[in-house]
């Protein structure tokens, strides 16, 4: 499946490195880089490997007449500068006629940095979330409103509060007692307003006793060194 590029000059540069003459007629492999192309005199679409891709399985379908195919994700292993490297691709086919003969427009995305970013976020959010729930402190993250961003899941052991109905709301929103839900409030107001790290205990009363609560509010800064949102640490010290 030979591809056509009608991409200015510029562009032809800038993404592949090649002027529109040397990339006439070439072949989707040859445009990214297959390492498995190269197991075939005649390049790619004629590897072993190559009913594998879904790029040119794409390609084909939509020269035959298929629905188009839109935003999908894959890793390819292809060409590098030492070797060979794993690349995440965006693709989409769709299908065009020119001349009364059936084309595919092929659009293909290199997102690896992203996704690779993603992933880092996701084991660092993970590796957080672990240390978060292996800790006997009820951590807390609140906005500016008091609202909840985050609470850990045993905030439940000291209260009969579900903590996934708890985010996006305030201590008033989710019926907290009014002596612990105006300290809370002033404890907040004043981190926000100062930037400074707070402390201070509260005795919460309960039904089965009561339990005394170490409070400690922690300011975090976003890239302006405004105080973005407010940490809050309780500890049981009964």
Not at 23 to 51: Q, T, V
Not at 100 to 127: C, M, S, W, Y
Not at 173 to 191: H, Q
């Amino acid at each position: 499946v030979p591809l056509l590029f009608t991409e200015n000059e510029t562009n032809a540069e800038r993404l592949f490195g090649a002027r529109l003459n040397e990339l006439e007629h070439a072949r989707c492999g040859d445009l990214i880089g297959c390492i498995n192309r190269r197991e075939n005199a005649f390049g790619c679409g004629h590897s072993s490997r190559c009913h594998l891709c879904p790029i040119y399985a794409a390609i084909r379908a939509v020269l035959a007449g298929e629905q188009a195919v839109a935003q999908q994700e894959h890793e390819f292993e292809l060409e590098a500068s030492e070797g060979c490297a794993r690349r995440w691709l965006r693709y989409g086919v769709e299908g065009v006629t020119l001349d009364g003969q059936p084309h595919a427009i092929v659009a293909i995305e290199d997102f690896t940095d992203r996704k690779n970013a993603e992933e880092t976020l996701r084991q660092r959010e993970e590796t957080y979330r672990a240390l978060v729930d292996s800790v006997p402190d009820v951590i807390a993250r609140f906005d500016r409103e008091g609202r909840h961003l985050y609470i850990s899941p045993n905030v439940a052991e000291f209260t009969d509060w579900d903590p996934e109905r708890m985010i996006g709301k305030t201590h008033r929103e989710i019926g907290s007692p009014e002596p612990m839900r105006l300290a809370w409030e002033d404890a907040l107001a004043r981190v926000f307003e100062r930037g400074e790290p707070f402390e201070t205990e509260f005795t919460l009363e309960q039904p089965d006793g009561v339990t005394i609560l170490d409070w400690r509010f922690v300011p975090e800064f976003d890239s302006q060194g405004r105080v973005a949102t407010v940490l809050s640490l309780s500890r049981d010290v009964t």
